[in-house]
């Protein structure tokens, strides 16, 4: 009985120190956003955060009404979203695009897609998240797809946050 204990924890250490045990999982990087200026927006910028939050593990995204990593407002003009690194910015959720018949949760999570470090693709597709307003106006595709999430959870992996090799994006606005 005493044998078989030793094996086993000799099995254990060796598999823990040869990398063959599965590592803990690292907690995900947590950014916080304040859509206190986002108007009539603010329902549809939690829908976007909640997207986000089910689609990726590597970083969450959570509510605050004080200082924030995100400032979300509302105007006049076209969706658009000025991230300043990787994690941090400012987001306009614009009536113009709304009034045009956009839907307003699409831009919530494609602009918050700027912020995690996703550039425009277009044109696009609809299935293509990123794609903004190259996907249609009858597009209500709201989810990144498995290449938009891959992107995101590059970026926010641990190895990448601790070595800060993210380079700031310039976004192209509509």
Not at 101 to 106: A, D, L, N, V
Not at 117 to 127: A, E, F, N, V
Request: glycine share 10%; aromatic share 6%; hydrophobic share 40%.
């Amino acid at each position: 009985m005493f044998l078989r204990k030793t094996i086993a924890v000799l099995a254990s250490t060796a598999a823990l120190v040869v990398g063959i045990a599965p590592a803990a999982e690292a907690a995900p990087r947590v950014l916080t956003y304040n859509s206190n200026g986002a108007a009539e927006f603010k329902a549809v910028v939690d829908e976007g955060a909640k997207v986000w939050n089910d689609s990726v593990k590597n970083v969450k995204l959570v509510k605050t009404t004080g200082a924030a990593n995100i400032t979300i407002v509302a105007d006049n003009g076209w969706p658009r979203a000025q991230p300043t690194t990787l994690g941090n910015g400012r987001v306009w959720m614009g009536r113009q695009a709304v009034d045009q018949g956009y839907y307003p949760p699409r831009i919530a999570s494609h602009e918050l897609g700027h912020i995690l470090g996703l550039p425009d693709i277009k044109p696009g597709p609809c299935s293509s998240l990123m794609s903004g307003s190259t996907g249609g106006i009858p597009c209500k595709n709201i989810y990144p797809n498995a290449s938009e999430k891959a992107r995101v959870e590059a970026k926010f992996r641990p190895s990448v946050m601790a070595t800060g090799e993210w380079n700031n994006q310039f976004v192209d606005a509509g």
